[in-house]
Nanobody, 129 residues
Framework: QVKLVESGGGSVQSGGSLRVSCVASGFAYSYSTYCMGWFRQAPGKEREGVATITGEGRTRVADSVKGRFTISRDNAKNTVDLQMDSLKPEETAIYYC?????????????????????WGQGIQVTASS
């Protein structure tokens, strides 16, 4: 059974930086064959994709965070991280780690939350003005 555990997060002033990490376990196949992604959900809003990464390191990043957020993974440690710089108050949300087995037709990993079956419990990220 796949298990995802997030850590990091917390509170910063607007413009500050935070890093969230996720440790994954319980995969039926090699970790490198799975898409890993970070998603977020703010109060009253739908869950949205922030950044995703393939086992080879190919990334997809939401336009709203390009140049400020960086996703990375370590296949030897089954981890995926999200470095968040220049955080904005409107990015205050619960951030989730998620995974999906990469389909052969996927050139990279989708940012549609509906494509992902396994989720972490989420972690709060707050940027105050």
């Amino acid at each position: 059974q796949v298990k995802l555990v997030e850590s990091g997060g917390g509170s910063v002033q607007s413009g500050g930086s935070l890093r969230v990490s996720c440790v994954a376990s319980g995969f039926a196949y090699s970790y490198s064959t799975y898409c890993m992604g970070w998603f977020r959900q703010a109060p009253g809003k739908e869950r949205e994709g922030v950044a995703t990464i393939t086992g080879e390191g190919r990334t997809r990043v939401a336009d709203s965070v390009k140049g400020r957020f960086t996703i990375s993974r370590d296949n030897a440690k089954n981890t995926v991280d999200l470095q968040m710089d220049s955080l904005k108050p409107e990015e205050t949300a619960i951030y989730y780690c998620a995974t999906a087995r990469r389909k052969t037709e996927w050139w990279d990993c989708p940012t549609d939350p509906n494509k992902y079956r396994n989720w972490g419990q989420g972690i709060q990220v707050t940027a105050s003005s």
